[in-house]
């Protein structure tokens, strides 16, 4: 007997990227960043009153919520926080996808948002992207009736910076909410924030998962109009961001020079890595994130096991249109000399 809603039943869940325990690998496999977060959070860590534990959390967020409406040019009201932005993701889809209803997603992009479509009970629209992963000009046409469509700007796992010019014109004609998650657009050198100020139906999402260097502290920031963020605070969890997190997301935040910095030393990673690569005779993906997408000259999935026996674990995805790849996480500059040396070799 399966207790669980049919629509629970059916799937498989998203499988997330494997957190080794055992073994020490070079790991480059989830888009985490090779250096440790900026010291202010080390010095607000050390700071804090333990003994305050006791208290529950600050429901709303607030400084987190200040300090990123400070950098983004917002107010508080505009932006809502989140568990990581997975949670802000499942909090979008419950408040804007019923069940029944229609979710419009870009394919190939990141695979967790079918899957918070099936969880909802509610059906795909996938706005399928061109040879070279651009948007296609009938985006809204192939979103159809979606109350909600979400796409991830730059992409993953294809790392490729999407025109925003067709972002706006998206934004005019779709219906629904247009939900921009600029998980990696610190490494991209353009955002689509502006458009929340202009928009009634745009979110914009980030994480400080990447940039930032915070993936296991679990912080997600979206902005958006206030219409949108009053809502999402209706379905949000009552103390989704836990008192710690708090106190360092925002210290962080008020550091943002620090991650930057990080930021334009992967950049500089990325570019040498993405040559040597190519040199190898790999198609490399153009990337405006902390990983490339990248075509072995031989099978992906047998290099993928192959690089792994070596110590270095990247992501390979079994998955249509993206199954000849495999995607590799910018570790620091030392990393990927070695890991250049190994891929060589293999080959
Ligand atoms: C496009 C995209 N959005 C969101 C996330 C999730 O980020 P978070 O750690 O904030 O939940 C990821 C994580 O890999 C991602 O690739």
Redo the contacts with the bound molecule.
Sequence with gaps: MNYARDCIAKIDGYVP?EQPQGRTYVKLN??ENPYPPSPKVGEALRNFDWTRLRLYSEPSALMIRQAAADWFGLKPENIIC?N??????TIALRTFVDQGGKLAFTEP??S?YPVLADIQGANHAPVTLTDDFQLPDDAVEQAGDATLFIL?NP???TGTLLSKEKLCKIAEKFRGVLWI?E??VDFSGQTCMDMVKKYPNVVV?R????SFSL?GL???IAAAQELLIFEMFKVKDSYNVDMITQYLATAALRDVEYMQANAKRIITTREKTAAALRKLGCVVEPSATNFLFVKPPKDAETVFKQLKDNGFLVRYFKLPRVSEYIRITMGTEEDMDAFVKTFAELL
Excluded: C, E, Q, V
Excluded at 84 to 89: E, N, P, T, V
Excluded at 207 to 210: A, D, I, L, R, V
């Design positions: 990227g989830t888009n989140g990581g932005s997975d949670d802000l993701l992009s990141y967790l991830a992409n993953a796992p998650d998980a990696y999402s994480t400080m998962s990447k993936a679990r912080l997600g």
